[in-house]
């Protein structure tokens, strides 16, 4: 394991112990964020090995094959546009309990909607 994989698997570690561990709805949000940050860095730092070249860009003398896999960058874009997605859908949720609410902590929340 390289040192670049430890700090991306660091960021997916911290992100997930965020949403585990924090109470703030909004601080839920940014972990997830981290998240998905450390994933699509992963995915990225797997797709930038080193002698591969681009299938469309990358010199015809090259006949050994180790093109790199587009399929990749295909992911990585969907991901960030999932994410982004989500993460708005998210906010717009926090945004209508807020209105109702004092507090973004859910187990305030809970407390208060519970019958």
């Known amino acids: 394991m390289t040192l670049l994989e430890a700090f991306t698997f660091a960021t997916v570690m911290c992100g997930f112990f965020?949403?585990?561990?924090?109470?703030?709805?909004?601080?839920?949000?940014?972990?997830?964020?981290?998240?998905?940050?450390?994933?699509?860095?992963?995915?990225?730092?797997?797709?930038?090995?080193?002698?591969?070249?681009?299938?469309?860009?990358?010199?015809?003398?090259?006949?050994?094959?180790?093109y790199a896999d587009p399929?990749?960058?295909?992911?990585?874009?969907?991901?960030i546009v999932i994410g982004f997605s989500i993460q708005a859908l998210m906010l717009v949720g926090v945004m209508k309990l807020a209105q109702n609410n004092p507090t973004l902590e859910s187990s305030e929340i809970e407390r208060n909607n519970t019958p």
């Open 18 to 66: 965020g949403i585990i561990l924090k109470k703030n709805l909004m601080m839920k949000i940014v972990s997830m964020d981290v998240m998905s940050t450390g994933v699509i860095g992963y995915y990225v730092l797997m797709a930038s090995r080193d002698g591969l070249v681009t299938p469309i860009l990358g010199n015809a003398n090259n006949n050994n094959g180790t």
């Open 71 to 79: 399929v990749l960058q295909a992911v990585i874009l969907t991901g």
